[in-house]
């Protein structure tokens, strides 16, 4: 079965760090952008982080950038979401995505599509103390 499986996640407390990971079961990651996506309660979903097929460049929105790190393992099929620094307001319920570059990097200011061929199960990140 084609998917992606997304690990990681949980409770950590403000100023800890977590890492999401996204691995695509039974295709290639490399030829799809990647993007991380997130949903707090009663919230839109919106982007957070992408990752272009081609050259591995990357974007971040602006309140994560400087704490966030996302990366592409080819070895390992993975897409990894570092997460440094974690506030209050990252709580959420993060998703991976694959899609075409330009789908993706829409998304990040549209909060995705749901049209992508790949999402992943969903992760819960939770920041409390």
């Known amino acids: 079965q084609l998917q992606l499986v997304q690990s990681g996640g949980g409770l950590v407390q403000p100023g800890g760090s977590l890492t999401l990971s996204c691995t695509g079961s039974g295709f290639s990651l490399e030829t799809y952008a990647i993007g991380w996506f997130r949903q707090a309660p009663g919230k839109g979903r919106e982007g957070v982080s992408c990752?272009?097929?081609?050259?591995?460049?990357?974007h971040y929105r602006p309140s994560v950038k400087g704490r966030f790190t996302i990366s592409r393992d080819k070895a390992k099929n993975m897409v990894t979401l570092e997460m440094n620094d974690l506030q209050f307001e990252d709580t959420a319920v993060y998703y991976c995505?694959?899609?075409?570059?330009?789908?993706?990097?829409?998304?990040?200011?549209?909060?995705?599509?749901?049209?992508?061929?790949?999402w992943g199960q969903g992760s819960q990140v939770t920041v409390s103390s």
């Open positions: 990752i272009a097929d081609s050259d591995d460049s990357t």
């Open positions: 995505a694959a899609g075409s570059l330009q789908a993706i990097v829409g998304g990040m200011f549209t909060g995705g599509r749901q049209e992508y061929p790949f």
